[in-house]
């Protein structure tokens, strides 16, 4: 299959991760150095840093569900200056392009950790998560356009690396927000992140630790198709679609759908190497279709 | 790609007898799926894999039933390994488990020839005695039910080395208990609370009666269990000053490090992922061994 131009960035095949689905560094504690030889990915997007470190939300942290998983993890990290320092170095041996997914409660943190992460020459792009609140409107950036613009108009001038902009799917026009974003300067959109969800136990209590999560898995593939399909017929900067992929004619589907590269997330957690088989699965059926 | 400089090479926080495992997702074909007691044991032969060390665990999944007939299971669930041969077809792999849910229902069915999907070894093993005291003179091993089976493999591992080791094993009652074959040639005493087999009452009144002799100070206790059972076992041996490892289990999605899901308190604030960092873990790590979401099968 041949390469994929992401925002100026050449990927050998059009399959990446989601953040906060493949941790590189743990899991060459598990499998060694095949995690190198025999990398999934053509790029590698980091799990989310933020400013701070944090030890992430208390346990239990998983549901199962049918086909599908609620997460509540609380993006524990080491924050910006003890992922620069530990992580990054570590991250720079993979032999891919590496995008570093960013969170801040604050435009000023956000400018921050943006122009700390863009000046290192590791990094390719930058991922903005932006499914939190602005400590100052109380408004979750993702959720409003114009706190996107406002954000997005705020990073712009500070790294001429490729913006991208992770989209939510618990709004009712995700578009919005993609032409919001596209409009103020960013590269690329990836989207869906994972939907709300509250599980609750046996007993009827909520089951997480964090009370909610956030649902992943085939039960979202669907869902996703939709909205990379919305959005692609809003924007035209490159989409970065995912959403349950199991299979490389699940990626095939995205990919028709509008997104240019696609990202595979849980499918990842039921097999490390699940990628690699995605891949092979979607160059085989694009040689099948001729 | 270029020369490697890898966390191992730089001599980092590598655990050097933590066997690697093949990268991705493998078939083993089952050969052995047999009735001990309330519980199964379930063996299949993994053609490329390497031999574990005791205390690592397998991500497994069944070929065929997993997400398909019914709504769940839809995650791998994790394992330890019980026992595990070389052999000329690869590495016989043993599992113990009981039918308590949908994941260990479908497992529960796998008859020989079928496909046992498998991630693994993973994981830290135990350590050996002297790495927890410089002085110990044996190791005791306290097993709480279904818990007994990775120290099924550490008893063989410390038996083959010359190393003296005495077996605790505990059971509720007669339908949950089994695995007992994992402990031939043992020296194995028993507790089971309806009083069947053994001592009527805990696993851990034995160890407290063990831990009263002479010899406490020059033993080591390795312990897995129901959640109870080692937070009883973590509480006695702070107290005498014995120094111990606990095997664990956390709910865990990949067991590679890649959900965050099995997050374990430390002591000293924070939390360790217990795929990673763990399942065995030094006892006076941890604050208290009773795992939340444990509950859910």
């Given at each position: 299959m041949s390469s994929v131009d992401l925002c100026g960035i050449e990927l050998a095949h059009p399959i990446i991760n989601a953040s906060g689905t493949f941790d590189a560094i743990a899991a060459r504690r598990a499998f060694g150095d095949a995690v190198l030889d025999e990398?999934?990915?053509s790029a590698y997007v980091s799990k989310t840093i933020t400013p701070e470190p944090r030890v992430g939300?208390?346990?239990?942290r998983l549901w199962e569900e049918a086909a599908a998983m609620v997460n509540s993890?609380?993006?524990?990290n080491k924050g910006a200056t003890g992922f620069l320092a530990d992580d990054l170095p570590q991250l720079a041996e993979l032999p891919v392009p590496l995008i570093v997914s960013v969170m801040a409660t604050s435009s000023e943190g956000f400018a921050e950790l943006v122009s700390a992460v863009a000046?290192?020459?590791?990094?390719?792009a930058i991922e903005l998560?932006?499914?939190?609140?602005?400590?100052?409107?109380?408004?979750i950036v993702g959720e409003q356009p114009s706190e996107t613009t406002a954000l997005l108009g705020s990073l712009r001038?500070?790294?001429g690396k490729p913006l991208i902009v992770k989209l939510t799917p618990?709004?009712?026009?995700p578009a919005s927000i993609a032409v919001a974003a596209e409009a103020a300067g960013a590269d690329s959109v990836s989207l869906i992140n994972t939907l709300k969800a509250a599980p609750l136990s046996p007993?009827?209590?909520?089951?997480?630790g964090a009370g909610s999560g956030g649902l992943s898995g085939p039960a979202v593939r669907t869902i996703a198709l939709r909205q990379v399909a919305d959005v692609a017929a809003a924007v035209s900067i490159p989409i970065i679609g995912m959403g349950g992929v199991e299979s490389g004619s699940h990626a095939r589907d995205l990919l028709a759908a509008g997104a240019r590269v696609v990202a595979v997330g849980t499918a990842s957690f039921r097999d490390p190497a699940a990628g690699t088989r995605i891949r092979a699965e979607l160059v085989d059926g694009v040689a099948a279709l001729g | 790609m270029g020369a490697r400089r890898g966390p191992a090479s730089r001599g980092?926080?590598?655990?050097?007898?933590?066997v690697l495992a093949p990268f991705g997702r493998r078939r083993s074909e089952v050969v052995a799926n047999e009735v001990s007691g309330g519980y199964r044991i379930v063996s299949s032969v993994d053609p490329s894999g390497p031999v574990p060390a005791a205390g690592q665990f397998y991500m497994l999944t069944c070929e065929r039933g997993w997400g398909g007939g019914?709504?769940?299971?839809?995650l791998p669930r994790a394992f330890s390994v019980a026992d595990a041969v070389a052999g000329p077809e690869g590495v016989r792999l043993s599992f113990l488990l009981e039918d308590v849910g949908p994941g260990t229902h479908e497992l529960a069915r796998l008859g020989r020839g079928d496909g046992l999907l498998l991630t693994g070894p993973l994981g830290s093993p135990f350590s050996m005695p002297r790495e927890l005291n410089?002085?110990?003179a044996g190791a005791i091993l306290v097993g709480g039910g279904i818990g007994l089976a990775p120290l099924a493999l550490w008893r063989r591992t410390l038996a083959e080395r010359g190393l003296p080791e005495r077996s605790l094993l505990g059971f509720r009652d007669r339908a949950h208990s089994?695995?007992?074959?994992?402990?031939?040639c043992s020296e194995v005493r028993l507790a089971s609370e309806d009083g069947?087999?053994?001592?009527?009452?805990?696993?851990t009144d034995l160890l407290n009666v063990m831990l009263e002799g002479d010899d406490a100070r020059s033993s080591v206790v390795y312990a897995c269990g129901p959640p109870p059972m080692l937070e009883a076992v973590r509480a006695l041996c702070a107290e005498r000053e014995v120094e111990a490892e606990l095997a664990m289990e956390s709910p865990m999605a990949?067991?590679?490090?890649?959900?965050?899901?099995c997050a374990m308190p430390l002591r000293d604030g924070g939390y360790m992922r217990l795929c990673v960092d763990g399942p065995v873990v030094r006892a006076s790590a941890v604050e208290t061994a009773l795992v939340a979401g444990a509950g859910h099968r």
């Amino acid at each position: 299959m041949s390469s994929v131009d992401l925002c100026g960035i050449e990927l050998a095949h059009p399959i990446i991760n989601a953040s906060g689905t493949f941790d590189a560094i743990a899991a060459r504690r598990a499998f060694g150095d095949a995690v190198l030889d025999e990398f999934p990915f053509s790029a590698y997007v980091s799990k989310t840093i933020t400013p701070e470190p944090r030890v992430g939300n208390a346990p239990p942290r998983l549901w199962e569900e049918a086909a599908a998983m609620v997460n509540s993890i609380g993006l524990p990290n080491k924050g910006a200056t003890g992922f620069l320092a530990d992580d990054l170095p570590q991250l720079a041996e993979l032999p891919v392009p590496l995008i570093v997914s960013v969170m801040a409660t604050s435009s000023e943190g956000f400018a921050e950790l943006v122009s700390a992460v863009a000046e290192r020459e590791e990094v390719s792009a930058i991922e903005l998560n932006v499914s939190c609140p602005n400590v100052h409107s109380g408004l979750i950036v993702g959720e409003q356009p114009s706190e996107t613009t406002a954000l997005l108009g705020s990073l712009r001038p500070l790294t001429g690396k490729p913006l991208i902009v992770k989209l939510t799917p618990n709004i009712a026009d995700p578009a919005s927000i993609a032409v919001a974003a596209e409009a103020a300067g960013a590269d690329s959109v990836s989207l869906i992140n994972t939907l709300k969800a509250a599980p609750l136990s046996p007993g009827g209590e909520p089951w997480l630790g964090a009370g909610s999560g956030g649902l992943s898995g085939p039960a979202v593939r669907t869902i996703a198709l939709r909205q990379v399909a919305d959005v692609a017929a809003a924007v035209s900067i490159p989409i970065i679609g995912m959403g349950g992929v199991e299979s490389g004619s699940h990626a095939r589907d995205l990919l028709a759908a509008g997104a240019r590269v696609v990202a595979v997330g849980t499918a990842s957690f039921r097999d490390p190497a699940a990628g690699t088989r995605i891949r092979a699965e979607l160059v085989d059926g694009v040689a099948a279709l001729g | 790609m270029g020369a490697r400089r890898g966390p191992a090479s730089r001599g980092r926080s590598f655990v050097p007898e933590r066997v690697l495992a093949p990268f991705g997702r493998r078939r083993s074909e089952v050969v052995a799926n047999e009735v001990s007691g309330g519980y199964r044991i379930v063996s299949s032969v993994d053609p490329s894999g390497p031999v574990p060390a005791a205390g690592q665990f397998y991500m497994l999944t069944c070929e065929r039933g997993w997400g398909g007939g019914g709504e769940r299971p839809f995650l791998p669930r994790a394992f330890s390994v019980a026992d595990a041969v070389a052999g000329p077809e690869g590495v016989r792999l043993s599992f113990l488990l009981e039918d308590v849910g949908p994941g260990t229902h479908e497992l529960a069915r796998l008859g020989r020839g079928d496909g046992l999907l498998l991630t693994g070894p993973l994981g830290s093993p135990f350590s050996m005695p002297r790495e927890l005291n410089r002085d110990a003179a044996g190791a005791i091993l306290v097993g709480g039910g279904i818990g007994l089976a990775p120290l099924a493999l550490w008893r063989r591992t410390l038996a083959e080395r010359g190393l003296p080791e005495r077996s605790l094993l505990g059971f509720r009652d007669r339908a949950h208990s089994g695995g007992m074959e994992l402990f031939r040639c043992s020296e194995v005493r028993l507790a089971s609370e309806d009083g069947h087999a053994g001592h009527r009452g805990y696993v851990t009144d034995l160890l407290n009666v063990m831990l009263e002799g002479d010899d406490a100070r020059s033993s080591v206790v390795y312990a897995c269990g129901p959640p109870p059972m080692l937070e009883a076992v973590r509480a006695l041996c702070a107290e005498r000053e014995v120094e111990a490892e606990l095997a664990m289990e956390s709910p865990m999605a990949c067991g590679y490090g890649a959900c965050f899901g099995c997050a374990m308190p430390l002591r000293d604030g924070g939390y360790m992922r217990l795929c990673v960092d763990g399942p065995v873990v030094r006892a006076s790590a941890v604050e208290t061994a009773l795992v939340a979401g444990a509950g859910h099968r």
